[in-house]
């Protein structure tokens, strides 16, 4: 594992109250384990920059945001990412994990906002030097199961609503549709069931990128 997911890039990602906060602590913990070199990243998030865009995004007094605006400013926060974060870890060659990507603004922005997947994806191809990661891992979650978790003041994004939710959830199972540098995983089973079925993706990619260089 430490020399097949190295330099591999990997998302958790799916709908609010999914527990991909807690799954993406768990996987570095087990890669730090297997002696792979990790890091670990939030978007939007992590950069100063990032934190700043992350205030005003979730912020509750911002209600009169528009969609083409949280399109741009999460893909502000995301170069900002790439370039000061992600892009040096790739290089040294550590494993890097994402708690969200551009798939949620696929799934938020994109299928539940009516901005459009193909716009955003046709903005992040303009912004950034990567678009997709070798493994992006949504972690399915109804919106019962979401709602108990979610015990807490709630921010702008997840107050929007059931329906507004209900999309989202609808937008990430069918990005993930027929695609194989994506894993839907139910995660309203246990953490360390959860934690267990992520294990295994991950153990999927690392035995495929060695097939991939014995090949080679």
Known sequence: ???????????????????????????GQWLR???????SF??????????????ILLSTAHYAMTTPTEVLLYMAARAQLWVEEIAPALREGKCVLLDRWLSSTCAYQGHAGRFGAEKVIAIAT????????DLTI?????????AER???????????????????????????????????IDSAAGIDAVHE????????????????????
């Open 126 to 133: 303009d912004s950034l030097d990567r678009v997709w990661p």
């Open 150 to 184: 979610l015990n807490r003041t709630l921010d702008r994004m997840e107050q929007k609503g059931d329906n507004y939710h209900r999309e989202v959830r609808e937008g990430f199972l069918k990005l993930a549709e027929g695609r194989e540098d994506f894993v839907v």
């Open 138 to 146: 949504v972690l399915d979650v109804d919106l019962a199961v979401a």
């Open 197 to 216: 079925r992520v294990i295994a993706a991950v153990q999927r990619l690392g035995a495929s990128s060695q097939r991939k260089a014995q090949d080679r």
């Open 1 to 27: 594992m430490k020399k097949a997911l190295g330099g591999k890039f990997i998302v958790l990602d799916g709908p609010d109250g999914c527990g991909k906060s807690t799954q993406t602590r768990l996987l």
């Open 33 to 39: 384990e297997q002696g792979v070199a990790s890091a």
């Open 42 to 55: 939030r978007d939007p998030g992590t950069t100063v920059i990032g934190e700043k865009i992350r205030e």
